[in-house]
Nanobody, 124 residues
Framework: QVQLVESGGGSVQAGGSLRLSCAAS????????MGWFRQALGKEREKVAT???????RYADSVKGRLTISKDNAKSILYLQMNSLKPEDTAVYYC??????????????????WGQGTQVTVSS
């Protein structure tokens, strides 16, 4: 059974940094696409970044150059390093995973497993 638990959210001033972590309990027999999403109050959920089984990453245009997704396979932890934060980055951030299917692109994958979310608040 897949379990994803996010941590590391909090409040920070604009220009500051945070690092989100996602502890993942995944099947050791399956490769997974991993990703970070966010949802601001009153807005639809937005895809932020994905990382595939070969550590190839992809980002939303709004976060390129500021947010970095990475993973530690040995510890089964997914990270999102967030630098130069802006008030518009304020949202609940969710970790997500989905078994990788050969030939697919993780950025275009429909993720089926989700964490409970962690709040990030950036003040101006």
């Amino acid at each position: 059974q897949v379990q994803l638990v996010e941590s590391g959210g909090g409040s920070v001033q604009a220009g500051g940094s945070l690092r989100l972590s996602c502890a993942a309990s995944l099947s050791k027999y399956t490769f997974y696409c991993m990703g970070w999403f966010r949802q601001a109050l009153g807005k639809e959920r937005e895809k932020v970044a994905t990382i595939d089984i070969n550590d190839v990453t992809r980002y939303a245009d709004s976060v390129k150059g500021r947010l970095t997704i990475s993973k530690d396979n040995a510890k089964s932890i997914l990270y999102l390093q967030m630098n130069s934060l802006k008030p518009e980055d304020t949202a609940v951030y969710y970790c997500a995973s989905e078994p990788y299917r050969r030939g697919s692109v993780c950025w275009n994958t429909a993720f089926g497993y989700w964490g409970q979310g962690t709040q990030v608040t950036v003040s101006s």
